[in-house]
């Protein structure tokens, strides 16, 4: 986190029905590990939880905690609210769950945890990520949303939400960019209305077609992006998208074209750049989605449909259901 703008009196930070963003650096630091670091925990596995300095927390209920059902429902609404970070400010950090007893002193008493292998494979503009207040405020305002997309299986948001995860614990570049770019098609088109240029249309009327890709504001002061905007980067975006697809690679041209000096000087080519920008693209669909009650014209592909149509965004081929520009009912 950025103790600049984000200071320790603003925590604890309600995000979410209960979870809150919290300091636990005290509580993490003198817990009780010896009866897991027996069996599941090494040195320094002890010493990375030790180190934890913030996190997600939710609380119930202490006669509930023998139960498995209050515990399984925090859990599931911690695990989706750190997604609704992920789509916010994406990072290196895994998902990683600590169940502990809280004792009257406040300190924890640890019973259960996952904990992930390893760090994240993120592009190098998420490297250096850190959670800012303002992140913070973003996640709180698109957190009621995101649980209504889960509890009324908004099953195109889910799946989105669900890919764009996926695709950061992937190590693979070719399967992330596929997997992201599946996202965006999960979201804008449907099968009557579909292929990559209808669907880039369709993003840039919801995002913007002159909206940058990277904000200079967001990176350190010796990574100089590229000023690059969503018009500019879709049509390289499906064109890789399609190499990948059809098992091919990286076109030389992508390759000889430069990008930007990413964290520690490490050089990005265009092709690089594309990578990033297919993610940020569905994080910037998403965030548009989740802020601006758009999650009904999301959920079925017949309000999708119409609701790209009012701006003539179909495809032209004629319709084997006879499509019309009725407004469908959406409940």
């Not at 963003?21 to 010896?34: F, R």
């Not at 300190?107 to 992930?116: E, H, L, N």
């Not at 992508?254 to 964290?263: E, T």
């Not at 999708?304 to 179909?314: E, H, I, M």
Request: proline share 4%; aromatic share 12%.
């Amino acid at each position: 986190m950025d103790g600049e703008v984000f200071s320790v009196k603003d925590l604890p930070f309600e995000v979410g029905p209960g979870v809150f963003l919290a300091d636990v650096h005290e509580q993490m630091k003198n817990a009780d590990y010896s009866l897991w670091a027996k069996r599941y925990l090494s040195k320094a596995d002890v010493e990375e939880l030790q180190g934890w300095h913030h996190a997600l927390i939710h609380y119930f209920d202490a006669e509930e905690y023998l139960t498995s059902d209050p515990e399984e429902r925090s859990r599931e609404l911690v695990h989706r609210v750190f997604i609704g970070l992920r789509v916010v400010r994406p990072s290196w950090v895994p998902y990683q769950y600590l169940r502990a007893v809280v004792r009257s002193d406040g300190s924890f008493d640890p019973s259960g945890f996952s904990k992930a292998e390893g760090r994240l494979s993120v592009s190098s503009c998420d490297a250096a990520n850190f959670i800012r207040k303002k992140d913070a405020e973003l996640l709180r305002s698109i957190v009621p949303t995101l649980l209504s997309a889960y509890e009324s299986d908004c099953a195109p948001v889910k799946r989105a939400v669900r890919i764009l995860e996926l695709g950061y614990i992937s190590e693979f570049i070719d399967v992330r960019q596929l997997m992201w770019v599946t996202a965006l098609d999960a979201l804008f088109t449907s099968a009557n209305h579909w292929g990559s240029d209808l669907g880039a249309r369709r993003i840039q009327h919801l995002i913007g077609p002159d909206t940058q890709i990277y904000e200079p504001a967001d990176f350190a002061s010796y990574m100089h992006v590229p000023s690059l905007t969503v018009r500019q980067v879709l049509r390289d975006i499906y064109k890789l998208r399609n190499k990948f697809a059809h098992g091919e690679w990286v076109p030389k041209e992508f390759l000889d074209k430069s990008g930007y000096l990413g964290k520690a000087g490490e050089y990005l080519n265009y092709a690089d750049v594309l990578l990033e920008a297919t993610g940020i693209i569905l994080r910037m669909s998403l965030v548009r989605i989740l802020t601006q009650g758009l999650l009904e014209i999301f959920r079925t592909k017949d309000a999708l449909d119409w609701y790209f149509s009012r701006a003539g965004l179909v495809s032209t081929k004629k319709n084997s259901r006879g499509f019309s520009s009725r407004e469908p009912s959406v409940h």
